[in-house]
């Protein structure tokens, strides 16, 4: 399974996604702890950015998601070059995908590469991927209402909020939105190449036809 995920690419004008190498995880480590927001302010709804999470979970957890992997439970955890920099991380998750046919996301950049749109094109690959690629019929996301940048992006994409609730990943409750976008209702904002997924079909569960 590892060599055929690996194998897996998706590019846009600006954005490579593709599954990060343990030494890569560990420049992601650095990636993260050079800061990923504002020390006062926490976007995730489990606190990973404050130690000692963020190292057990940019490499320990990543890789531990990729070793766990079936095809009715699997987590994508991209990593994120932009203009040929590791910025981050695109993750795209299906719980008994074969059957619901709908798919989660998240993500995450340094600050040094924000505020460049890779945000917009990486979200952008990874639906593509599953509607394009994979015959998703719904994705969703979630945004806390303080992520400003979380949200601008999932409104830019399409998605349409269809609940609310709370997170409390520093033990105080922060209102988040549940988001979701339909099949029909998308359309990529830039052109999106897939590379190396027959391959990789039948780990995300989908038959690949004879």
């Known amino acids: ?5 690996y194998g897996l690419r998706l590019r846009t004008p600006r954005v490579e996604l593709r599954l990060p ?3 890569e995880l ?3 480590r650095d990636v993260a702890h050079a800061g990923i927001h504002p020390p006062e302010e926490m976007p995730f709804g489990v606190a990973w950015t404050d ?5 057990s979970f940019v490499v320990g957890f990543l890789e531990a998601q990729l070793a766990e992997w079936r095809p009715d439970e699997w987590n994508l955890n991209l990593g994120v070059w932009g203009d040929r920099q590791l910025a981050g991380i695109q993750t795209l998750h299906g719980a008994d995908f074969p059957s619901t046919r709908t798919v989660g996301t998240g993500s995450w950049l340094g600050q040094a590469f924000q505020g460049r749109g ?3 094109e990486m979200r952008a690959a990874v639906l593509e991927l599953a509607f394009r690629g994979l015959g998703a019929v719904a994705a969703t996301s979630g945004a806390m209402d303080v992520n400003v940048a979380s949200r601008r992006v999932s409104e830019k994409l399409g998605y349409r909020i269809v609940g609310h609730g709370e997170v409390r990943p520093r033990g105080t409750p922060v209102p988040h939105l549940d988001l979701r976008i339909e099949r029909e209702d998308w359309q990529s904002p830039v052109p999106v190449e897939i590379e190396g997924l027959a ?3 039948r780990f995300f569960g989908v038959n690949a036809g004879p």
């Open 1 to 5: 399974m590892t060599a055929e995920l």
């Open 21 to 23: 190498k343990h030494n």
């Open 26 to 28: 560990l420049e992601l």
């Open 51 to 55: 130690e000692p999470y963020s190292e």
């Open 118 to 120: 890779y945000g917009t």
């Open 199 to 201: 391959p990789c079909l």
